[in-house]
């Protein structure tokens, strides 16, 4: 069972290796000279101003919420539509279901205004 899954844990594994190698050789022969200015916050050249953590309206996150949400519809539609022959009736209510879950939260979102932007 775990050897189908064998190509999957070698290509995870080499690209977090290949991930910290090159971090690494950047952070061993990578040149080092830090100074006052460059640990300054950087604002896009502008000297920063206020407090670092500022209010961000709730919105911004409500957005993010529901893109991850809607995201999850899409990731999750595909194997389904892959094994839908071998599914059958019990597999297309199910995602009727899911779908009319998913479309009961748009809904809900769409009534509140989360989806309108100010």
């Given amino acids: ?36 200015k460059k640990s300054l916050p950087y604002e896009s050249g502008m000297l920063p101003y206020g407090p670092g953590a500022r209010r961000i309206n709730v919105r911004y996150y409500l957005v993010a919420v529901l893109f991850i949400l809607f995201d999850l519809l899409v990731i999750f539609f595909l194997p389904w539509a892959v094994a839908l022959e071998t599914l059958g009736v019990f597999g297309l209510i199910g995602m009727i279901v899911f779908v009319g879950v998913l479309l009961v939260g748009y809904v809900y979102a769409w009534k509140i205004g989360a989806l309108e932007w100010e």
């Fill in 1 to 36: 069972m775990l050897n189908e899954y064998l190509p999957l844990f070698i290509l995870i594994f080499l690209s977090a290796g290949l991930g910290f190698l090159v971090v690494a050789l950047g952070h061993l022969f990578g040149p080092r000279r830090p100074t006052l």
